[in-house]
């Protein structure tokens, strides 16, 4: 038995990433207290970053990846480069060299950009990791799979041991495919990712979100209710129409090592 994925075993598991997203109602942000009051919703920003930047050294590892030359990456972007097809057919010849490919390759990864969402609102250890110890924030996000030709969402994929590629999948289904795959141990994040491709190569981008689109905002259990009241305030202030979005402040469930929302109400 061959060891490899196919160009069509990575096709299925994209269509099985998209039918569960289509599953989830509502993705979740964490983020400490300041940010994601001030950056995430009063400026309406969301920050993508390049893989490069994660928390997990294998995160976008290269021996995800494996390509045979793609005549259809290659002609675009030649397209954009030489107008005369004379020029266009000399500068493919140098590309099918291997090395000058892989740069190609390697420059069209670095434009992909990603910003983290979970499918869960309640684990304790993503509160602890990425909502400062339980004193920030979970927002919750209802977008589009395909999100206003802004970013895509994609589920991410947990797995064992890195099983290569055969290189005939297409150049766009290959870096989703080593966008959205992590290993099992990261697996209670049950992460989403919004990716987008940028048309520069800097490591970090922001990209603007409607206010409709949230429709949940989550205090941590260590949350004062003042800085609650505080930060209410402020988002109404900044134009969000407060009755449309659920306001919960997570609660220590004494009867077991876990979290639980409740409805918010002033003080």
Known sequence: MDNTLSYQDIKGIL??????????????????YTDGINLILLKQSLKFSSPKEF???FDCHNSLLRFDFDHVLVDNELKNKFTNRGDRRKAKRLLSKKENYEQLIDREKK?????????SYKNVLMWSHYADKHKGICIGFKFSPVYRDRFVLAV?????????????????????????????????????????KAKELNSVEYVKYEKEDVVEIIFGCKISNNE???ALKAIKDGGFKMPSIRIYKMIIDEDTFSLKKVEYSKQ
Do not use: H, Q
């Not at 055969?166 to 209670?188: A, C, H, Q, R």
């Open 15 to 32: 269509y099985k990433s998209l039918d569960r997203l289509l599953d989830t109602d509502v993705v979740y942000k964490y983020s400490n």
């Open 55 to 57: 928390n997990d050294p």
């Open 111 to 119: 434009r992909f950009k990603m910003s983290c969402f979970s499918e």
């Open 156 to 196: 991410v994929k947990y797995i064992e041991k890195i099983i290569p590629l055969d290189g005939s999948s297409d150049v766009p289904s290959t870096i989703l495919y080593w966008l959205t795959t992590k290993s099992k141990f990261w697996g209670y994040e049950a992460e989403i990712r919004a990716i987008t």
């Open 228 to 230: 609650i009241d505080l």
